[in-house]
């Protein structure tokens, strides 16, 4: 289509070049600013909203054999043929390691507020445990300094799937509960260093799905495909990970130090929103989310899930129980899509889910359906069930078809297409005063995105994997105009 305008026509099309787009603008479009009468729109979300972006260490940093870094499973997984559907690894990645001060521009000039990023454990424990790597750490040490210069409120995740391969290959990483108590040590000493600068940790990244995808189905670091007594072991492995992580924060930072889980909740929406369907959606909740979520929330595995694991069931004591469910200061959901259709059943436990029409509506990912109720629903749910009183969307956000235009910009209107509708529900529940206090954009910019190497895009900005260059894309500009409005325009 681009082809057959000139450039100026093009420009002109799109209704841009009265806006003075240059050709490759630091941002595509300038919005222009509101007069304060404007009044139009959906009500902003509550003042002091936390406008954030989120990375993980493995995806962008790169650098991975600098500074005394050990292996990870992700290392040695990339390196596996056929894993990574174009046989990249993450060697390279983003190259935020030496670029972080560049991008911490980046963040600033869409008025980003605070950054989500995940500590490498394999740098900070290059063996997993043992002694600390100084030099490891040290790379965070800048970051924070380089954030906080700039007015950007740290939140560092802990564990976003990069174990140490040498825990793997001691004790068969989370299958044994030696890494629950290494992963303690290093939240402890992380905590000991980094939280006179760093207020907000989360622990674990998405535990109820690594687990999964890496130790069941064998699709994932570290590809192992175990029987269901096994996984179901590993997921109370890491949630012990998780309170006995909570636990050593607690004791070793700094007080006021903040610490949660980001979990990619089981998101259970009511297929048709009655009061019985809406009931039977919690309860769907509960079930689906049994693992992680609800026991580390409740301290207890719910009825239905022990039943359903029969046999397979994970062995715990009523003391690990108690260490798991550790009171937390927030909770994280990673949101992306709705997982279940739900109506309330007079069948136990109350709820049915309904099928899938197929095709369902996806975005560029297969994964990735388009449900944009599930950003309301998901935290509204999980505030009711487990009476929370602060919830921030660890992460949300969608690949896309991205190419760039003749002009050297992407308008990547399906992604502003998504945000645009899952923002508006996230508006709606903040504005029913469910606890959301703030909103990390997936992500800052494209990287490496696991099984799917580069070839599935998610940033704001777009990076070149070859020149490494960063070009904001027509939704960095969207989402700057909602941070400096706080909230949709009309
Ligand atoms: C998040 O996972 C991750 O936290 C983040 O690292 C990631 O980059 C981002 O979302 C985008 O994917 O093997 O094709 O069946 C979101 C939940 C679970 C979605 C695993 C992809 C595997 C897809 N992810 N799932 S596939």
Redesign the pocket.
């Known amino acids: 289509m681009v082809g057959r305008f000139s450039r100026r026509h093009f420009a002109k099309l799109a209704g841009f070049s009265a806006l003075g787009m240059a050709a490759q603008p630091v941002h595509p479009v300038e919005v222009p600013s509101r007069p304060a009468s404007d009044h139009r729109g959906v009500a902003g979300f509550p003042k002091g909203f936390l406008w954030g972006a989120?990375t993980?260490a493995y995806?962008v940093e790169g650098a991975v054999d600098e500074d005394g870094r050990g292996r990870s499973i992700w290392d040695t997984f990339a390196r596996t043929p056929g894993k990574i559907s174009d046989h990249s690894t993450a060697d390279r990645a983003s190259d935020h390691y030496h670029r972080y001060k560049d991008d911490v521009r980046l963040i600033r000039e869409l008025g980003i507020k605070a950054y989500r990023f995940s500590i490498a454990w394999p740098r900070v424990f290059p063996d997993g445990t043992g002694a600390p790597n100084p030099k490891g750490l040290d790379f965070y040490d800048r970051l924070l300094d380089e954030l906080l210069e700039n007015d950007i409120e740290p939140f560092a995740t802990l564990y976003?799937?990069d174990l140490p391969q040498g825990l793997q290959d001691r004790v068969g990483g989370w299958q044994s509960s030696e890494t629950s108590k290494a992963f303690a040590n290093y939240a402890g000493y992380v905590a000991d260093r980094l939280t006179d600068r760093i207020k907000n940790i989360f622990t674990i990244?998405?535990a109820g799905?690594?687990v999964n995808?890496g130790y069941q189905w064998g699709?994932?670091a570290p590809g192992l495909k175990l029987p269901p007594a096994a996984v179901n072991q590993i997921h109370h492995n890491v949630a012990l990970a998780h309170g006995l992580a909570v636990q050593a924060i607690r004791a070793r930072g700094r007080a006021g130090t903040r610490v949660g889980p980001?979990e990619?909740i089981a998101a259970c929406v009511p297929a048709i929103a009655t009061p019985a369907n809406i009931e039977a959606a919690a309860i769907a909740t509960r079930e689906f989310n049994a693992g992680f979520l609800n026991v580390i929330l409740e301290g207890k595995y719910t009825d239905g899930f022990l039943n359903y694991a029969g046999k397979d069931g994970p062995k715990f004591t009523a003391e690990e129980l108690r260490i798991i469910s550790t009171p937390v200061d927030f909770v994280g959901l990673?949101v992306?899509t709705v997982q279940y259709y739900v109506v309330a059943s007079d069948r136990a436990p109350g709820f049915a889910v309904l099928p899938l029409p197929v095709p369902f509506p996806t975005m560029a990912?297969?994964?990735?359906r388009v449900g944009p109720e599930a950003i309301y629903w998901a935290p509204r749910l999980a505030a009711e069930i487990w009476n929370l009183d602060t919830i921030y969307i660890s992460?949300n956000?969608t690949?896309a078809a991205d190419k760039v235009a003749a002009d050297g910009n992407i308008y990547d209107l399906d992604r502003i297409m998504y945000l645009r509708n899952y923002l508006g529900q996230l508006q709606r529940a903040a504005s029913e005063g469910v606890p959301v206090r703030g909103y990390f954009l997936?992500?800052l910019m494209d990287?490496f995105?696991?099984?799917?190497g580069f070839e599935?895009r998610?940033g704001l900005y777009r990076v070149d994997f070859d020149t490494l260059r960063r070009t904001p894309k027509l939704s960095a500009s969207f989402y700057r105009d909602v941070i400096e409005r706080n909230g949709l325009g009309a």
């Open positions: 989120a993980s995806q976003h799937w990244n998405e799905r690594f995808f699709i994932d980001a990619n990673n992306y990912s297969d994964w990735l992460e956000g690949s997936w992500s990287n995105e696991w099984i799917h599935e998610f």
